[in-house]
């Protein structure tokens, strides 16, 4: 996804104090969240510690970690919100015209603004209520996790103020604030006619009003937490509290303590030199090959995707090691790119993906079944995209490269195998039950560190503080979308829409052939314009009951459901992954497009085979 790149960054003008102010404000939510990351790793690390080493397991490990990760999500949320870091739908905005693009801005933080102030009071309730609830474990009141989605808010609307006085002429700002206090009161006056609309007001709510926020620029997540709020307000008789009890359940979950971790690990193996080690032993295996390169490019995102839990981290970590080098072998640019855009769909299923821990989290489907289930899929996407290659480059002059001699690939191996080794000793340890996806991620940690101190040597300390605050704010970007999506979950699934989606799909002519292709098309489309994450929220606690009851696997929907999502992130023109893809490569969009859909045709092709044949899935499991 792309970021609301110009919506809430500082910018020095003429309120000294107040730059002062803000500065000091983000400094305090920056370190309390790095020192936030680092608690949660420590915390799980002597959970781990204590289960496997000493046989005694710390009861309230998970507890205190349940209990500081809805903190370090918010705070991370802030610091995103802050830093315009939040995922949006930028392509249609960012190509308006300078003055409109502006005009979008103010109404996007207008908007943001709306929805934290709409919360702020139903939270801070909801806090209030929980103080007399207290943890089984450490006995104390649950008050001390529920006040961090209050304080939360409370920042998000004190930065975007200040922020906006700043930077936003006061006129704009004040005439935005009265059409949103205007847009507010009408829609109070509508209610009784939104009311006698029935579940016609769905409609409304969560296709009208989401689709014309995210083609708008406005953060995802705002807009899914503005849609959630206004069904609850005007098209149900329920208090707002519940609302800001959704959002506390989407960010509470323990099986998404692992986000911030694979997060981290994913920025650490950047930081040690790790993901470079295992490119260069990959270019001297096939460097010598026609379209080698290429081939290299599909393997190393096979072998790092999913670690990072940023799929634009993944293509980052790749792409600066072997585009200088393709590029002066005379590959073009927008090839180039395309194929990164591609991989970046094959490999969704790669564990530990967090899109395999979110729809774990959210169906109950066994996360080691997925862990498992994902690598075939992956494969034969990759083995569609090498045809691909190969057909491409099949009249390429080697003359000028030479074969590296047994001796310098051994070298090359001996060097990447500590990186290479990682992501075997993550997925084995969960497969065979040794360690749960969180508790892995801290194993991940703690080798990444000893293997950059000790072996690379590639460990800078300065950058570990920017490390850890990068860690808290891509976390809580992702975790705040995926708090706001379990929100309008919640609003689908208590007006009946899902009674109703089950019985429509459920009647689909031709049974589990024909439901399987309607997902496929559904979710490309989902996964063009939502992003994974949240569209797994949204849609798998529905649909996966009915593929269930039509005889489909768990684990081999999923892979369906996670590929298609991958090619609609990645399919122009709303597919915002491809747009990353150019960015990473510094590439203009327009050059990468048509090679692009030769990988695309690929890739349906490889998504129809594992349709097809639930083997590829399932047959290892």
């Not at 998970?62 to 939040?86: C, T």
């Not at 059409?179 to 009208?208: D, Q, R, S």
């Not at 005007?234 to 707002?240: E, H, K, N, V």
């Not at 000893?450 to 809580?476: C, E, H, N, W």
């Amino acid at each position: 996804m792309t970021t609301s790149a110009n919506m809430s960054h500082p910018v020095a003008g003429s309120w000294p104090v107040l730059t002062r102010i803000e500065t000091g404000i983000v400094r305090v939510v920056e370190w309390a969240a790095a020192a936030l990351v680092v608690v949660e790793v420590g915390v799980l690390s002597a959970g781990v510690a204590a289960r496997y080493v000493w046989g005694e397991p710390l009861v309230w490990s998970d507890e205190l970690a349940s209990m500081l990760f809805l903190w370090l999500s918010m705070m991370g949320a802030v610091l995103a919100f802050h830093r315009g870091q939040h995922m949006r739908m930028g392509a249609i905005a960012d190509a308006m015209a300078p003055a409109t693009r502006a005009r979008l801005e103010v109404a996007a933080l207008v908007f943001c603004l709306a929805v934290c102030v709409l919360l702020l009071p139903k939270a801070t309730t909801y806090a209030l209520h929980e103080i007399p609830v207290v943890t089984p474990a450490m006995e104390i009141s649950v008050a001390w996790r529920s006040f961090g989605l209050p304080i939360g808010l409370g920042l998000m609307v004190l930065l975007g103020v200040m922020d906006a006085v700043r930077r936003i002429k006061l006129t704009d700002f004040v005439v935005g604030v009265l059409i949103a206090v205007c847009i507010i009161g009408l829609a109070l006056a509508a209610k009784p006619l939104i009311l006698a609309m029935g579940n016609w007001n769905l409609i409304l709510f969560f296709v009208v009003f989401i689709g014309l926020g995210v083609l708008s620029g406005v953060p995802i997540a705002f807009v899914f937490a503005l849609a959630a709020i206004s069904y609850v307000a005007l098209g149900t008789s329920r208090p707002l509290t519940v609302i800001a009890g959704r959002l506390d359940e989407g960010m509470s979950h323990l099986l998404l303590l692992a986000v911030p971790l694979f997060v981290l690990l994913g920025m650490l193996m950047e930081v040690t030199g790790m993901a470079r080690a295992m490119v260069n032993f990959l270019a001297s295996l096939l460097g010598h090959v026609r379209g080698g390169l290429c081939y290299v490019l599909v393997a190393a995102m096979y072998l790092v995707s999913g670690i990072s839990g940023s799929k634009t981290a993944d293509m980052a970590a790749v792409a600066p090691a072997l585009f200088p080098e393709m590029k002066a072998r005379g590959s073009k640019p927008g090839d180039l790119v395309a194929l990164l855009a591609a991989t970046g769909a094959q490999t969704e299923t790669i564990p530990p993906s967090l899109v395999l821990i979110t729809i774990g989290s959210v169906t109950s489907v066994s996360i080691s079944a997925l862990f498992i289930g994902g690598l075939l899929p992956a494969l034969v996407c990759g083995l569609m995209l090498c045809v691909v290659v190969w057909w491409r480059y099949r009249n390429e002059d080697m003359s000028g490269f030479r074969k590296a001699p047994r001796k310098e690939i051994f070298r090359a191996f001996l060097i990447s195998f500590p990186a290479l080794a990682l992501p075997f000793i993550i997925r084995t340890a969960v497969v065979e039950g040794v360690a749960t996806a969180t508790e892995v991620s801290t194993i991940g940690i703690a080798y990444s560190v000893l293997v950059g101190l000790l072996i690379y040597r590639q460990f800078d300390l300065k950058r570990v503080g920017p490390m850890l605050i990068d860690t808290a704010v891509l976390s809580g970007a992702i975790l705040f979308i995926i708090a706001a999506a379990t929100a309008v979950a919640w609003c689908l699934t208590q007006s009946g829409f899902s009674r109703g989606l089950v019985e429509a799909m459920g009647s689909l002519p031709g049974g589990a052939p024909m439901f399987m292709f309607v997902s496929i098309i559904a979710f490309i489309i989902l996964g063009s314009v939502l992003e994974g994450i949240p569209a797994i929220v949204l849609f798998a606690p529905l649909v996966f009951p009915i593929a269930k009851g039509l005889g489909i696997h768990d684990v081999h929907y999923s892979m369906v459901v996670i590929l298609a999502m991958g090619v609609g992130l990645f399919l122009p023109p709303f597919g915002v992954g491809y747009y990353a893809a150019c960015a990473i490569g510094r590439v203009n969009p327009a050059e990468g497009i048509k090679p692009l859909w030769g990988y695309m045709v690929a890739l349906v092709l490889g998504l129809g085979l594992v349709a097809m044949v639930p083997w590829i899935s399932i047959g290892f499991l």
